[in-house]
T-cell receptor, first 111, second 125 residues
Framework: QFALTQPASVSGSPGQSITISCTGANSDIGGYNYVSWYQQFPGKAPKLMIYAVNNRPSGISDRFSGSKSGYTASLTISGLQADDEADYYC???????????FGGGTRLTVL | EVHLLESGGGLVQPGGSLRLSCTVSGFTYSNYAMSWVRQAPGKGLEWVSVISGTGADTYYAVSVKGRFTISRDNSINTLHLQMNGLRAEDTAIYYCAKDSTANSHNFGSGTYDFWGQGTLVTVSS
């Protein structure tokens, strides 16, 4: 199992907004602001979408946003588009035993 | 342009060894910690190991500690993962990943802004 807990799947219609939660503990999400979100398409490498809880790398649409409360982080995608359909993973810096922990991933389906 | 390219994957028998390499370009390699992250077929991401920019410090996941060794050669912009005592559960795509924070002396932020395309390791008899 994975240190961070994500829903296995979420879905939404084009134009709608969805939120993916990521629950950890005080030793990871709760203790650090190094929470990241990655998007992964089948057969491809992960792509950084959000870093340091709520920051977007250059080139990432502002439809993607992140937040954190306590030891739960969230990724919100607004104005859903068909090409948002992918797997999404959260990660966090951790005090141990692993330096970095990931969630199990959430499959986003755009209806 | 930042580029990471893994090599060295393949089929190996249980108990065997394999050495993965990752060649990088497009950034000052020695300024960044580098990590290996793996993904078993159809499964999620698992962090494996990290090495500081200088190469002086390393850290491993419990699942691979004592069997895997991470190293780097800053003179030729290369990262390695020596994998010994391989087990069926080590079967995965192995990605090398660049930390987003420039600091040669620690493990960075654990945020990965660039990834390689991955190399598949299959452990089976």
């Amino acid at each position: 199992q994975f240190a961070l807990t994500q829903p296995a799947s979420v879905s939404g219609s084009p134009g709608q907004s969805i939120t993916i939660s990521c629950t950890g503990a005080n030793s990871d999400i709760g203790g650090y602001n190094y929470v990241s979100w990655y998007q992964q398409f089948p057969g491809k490498a992960p792509k950084l979408m959000i870093y340091a809880v709520n920051n977007r790398p250059s080139g990432i649409s502002d439809r993607f946003s992140g937040s954190k409360s306590g030891y739960t982080a969230s990724l919100t995608i607004s104005g859903l588009q068909a090409d948002d359909e992918a797997d999404y993973y959260c990660s966090s810096y951790s005090s141990g035993p692993s330096l970095v922990v990931f969630g199990g991933g959430t499959r986003l389906t755009v209806l | 342009e930042v580029h990471l390219l893994e090599s060295g994957g393949g089929l190996v028998q249980p108990g065997g060894s394999l050495r993965l390499s990752c060649t990088v370009s497009g950034f000052t390699y020695s300024n960044y910690a580098m990590s290996w992250v793996r993904q078993a077929p159809g499964k999620g991401l698992e962090w494996v190991s990290v090495i500081s920019g200088t190469g002086a410090d390393t850290y491993y996941a419990v699942s691979v500690k004592g069997r895997f060794t991470i190293s780097r050669d800053n003179s030729i912009n290369t990262l390695h993962l020596q994998m010994n005592g391989l087990r069926a559960e080590d079967t995965a795509i192995y990605y090398c990943a660049k930390d987003s924070t420039a600091n040669s002396h620690n493990f960075g932020s654990g945020t990965y802004d660039f990834w390689g395309q991955g190399t598949l390791v299959t452990v089976s008899s």
